[in-house]
């Protein structure tokens, strides 16, 4: 484990320095523990793909005390490889003005659109982090048969629910939102709600599996997400 200050507030665990799912499991194992550890003065964590954000009071604690307490816990917690998180359904409706990509992804891969629905769909994918937006999921293991460069020109505005893929990612927009991912389908669910605090579906270190569904279920759902 590194440790780094990160201004006067903040400690940067590190536990590697490569994309990959031992290492991210480690990360949220660690979280999961200084989480639930009611440790003085730890006011909030961010965990990312290989290093842990840890802010604290300066009032109540300082960066000696913090590194010490997570170099501890480094030390004294072989599970830190143990964890993992929830499976998390999401329902998708692919192609059509839901996914107006969908057709240049099967191009480029030299598939077809129901070949790319497939391959999108028959893998469950880590959730490494969240950020970017509330809730926007940045997902490990896709199949690089459908990996494909972003769009030259982001886009303005892209709907909320809207499931894309960004190079050799995948992702999900929880909110409207600009951004430059293909688009190939869009979920119903309403993954991101700041006017009454709605819990997320899912956290950093959960796994999702995408769930293709027809245009009548989507519109189902839809509304039963209105009534909530």
């Given at each position: 484990?590194?440790?780094?200050?990160?201004?006067?507030?903040?400690?940067l665990a590190e536990l590697g320095d490569s994309i990959n799912e031992s290492v991210n499991r480690r990360v949220m194992e660690l979280?999961?523990?200084v989480r639930s550890s009611e440790q003085e003065g730890i006011m909030e964590t961010v965990p990312a793909f290989c290093s842990l954000l840890v802010y604290y009071d300066p009032l109540v604690t300082d960066f000696s005390k913090v590194s010490r307490f997570l170099w501890n816990l480094s030390v004294s917690a072989p599970e830190l490889r143990e964890h993992s998180g929830a499976l998390v359904e999401i329902p998708v409706c692919y192609g059509g003005s839901f996914?107006?990509?969908l057709a240049f992804v099967a191009k480029h891969g030299n598939l077809k659109e129901e070949e790319v629905i497939r391959i999108h769909s028959g893998r469950d994918y880590r959730i490494y982090m969240?950020?970017?937006?509330p809730?926007?999921?940045?997902?490990?293991?896709?199949d690089e048969r459908i990996a494909t460069?972003?769009?030259?020109?982001?886009?303005t505005l892209i709907p909320a629910g809207s499931v894309g893929i960004g190079g050799e990612q995948t992702g999900i927009y929880p909110m409207d939102s600009p951004g430059g991912w293909q688009l190939i389908g869009r979920t119903p669910l309403r993954l991101f709600d700041p006017q009454n605090g709605q819990k997320r579906l899912?956290?950093?270190?959960?796994t999702i599996r995408f769930v293709p569904i027809s245009l009548r279920e989507f519109e189902k759902i839809s509304r039963t997400q209105e009534k909530r």
């Open positions: 484990m590194r440790i780094k200050a990160v201004g006067d507030r903040a400690v979280n999961k523990i996914g107006p990509d969240l950020g970017f937006l809730g926007f999921p940045y997902l490990g293991g896709m460069p972003r769009l030259n020109v982001p886009r899912y956290e950093a270190g959960d």
